[in-house]
């Protein structure tokens, strides 16, 4: 199964929320990541097909998808960001209802919605009303939602906001389990989500793709360029003025600092073994916790 974005662009007004993006993907999972604003939702939504190109094309498996129409549609998962509830509908007949929508059989669509339901640990609650449902419980029933009809290319925008430690690592194992034979395209800033399962990371930055690259490889570049400092904590805006800094830890009068360089920042500084949440200074030159806070505010 093959996957080919060829020149794709989306434009508002006289902004371009994605820039002629090229990209092939084939069964696995792929990270998408990049600050607000870079287009992952814009993207993903095309992806999906609830939102048409201005430019370009997507194919799957050589076939351009506005010719499959239903076809397509058939074949994909996809959780919005935002998805949204009918407060009044139990879990059980929020799936029955969805199913319904995507012509699953009954007999079939009740045994996928049990185990589904298993899978996301929400057995217990299956006869409860939506509108009871915390933050993410909701989100773990809308990925259930995504997988009923156990797609063949699965498309999740921030599937993992909301959810406990467990529940992300009983996601990502999940994902990494079904990706062998299934495309899996997941928007995150949880970096730990995808730093394991991740056949390659696409990263997004004002609309353009700047790098499509195994998680190895990008680590490889960053080799020599992360760099951990300790300086009195009278002289951290001064470090933060010279570098690019993140992840500050204060101990006592002192701070310690992680900082991307491409030369050693001070004397003392010691090279760290490089991480994949580093991308967000290297390429963005903003730490990952001002873009998490960043992510929380926009929500």
Known sequence: MKLTI???SRTYKDKAAIDDVSAELTAGVYGLVGPNG??????????????????????????????????????IGYLPQDCEFYSYFTANRFLKYVSALKGLNEKHAKGKIDDLLRLVNLSKEKHKKIGSFSGGMKRRLGIAQALLNDPKV????????????KERVRFRNLLSDISEDRIVILSTHIISDIEYIAKEVLVLKEGKLIIQETPEKILHELNDKVWHV?????????????????????????VEARIISETKPLPTAVVQTPRLEDIYLYYFGESLDEYDEEMEAFK
């Open 6 to 8: 060829s020149g794709l």
């Open 154 to 165: 699965l498309i999740l925008d921030e599937p993992t906001s909301g959810l406990d430690p």
């Open 230 to 254: 300790t300086v009195p904590a009278h002289e951290i805006n001064l470090l933060e003025q010279r570098f690019t800094v993140g992840n500050l830890m204060r101990k006592g009068k002192e």
């Open 38 to 75: 870079a287009g992952k939702t814009t993207l993903m939504r095309m992806l999906a097909d609830v939102l048409k190109p201005s430019q370009g094309t997507i194919q799957l498996d050589d076939e351009d998808i506005r010719f499959m129409d239903y076809r397509y549609r058939e074949l």
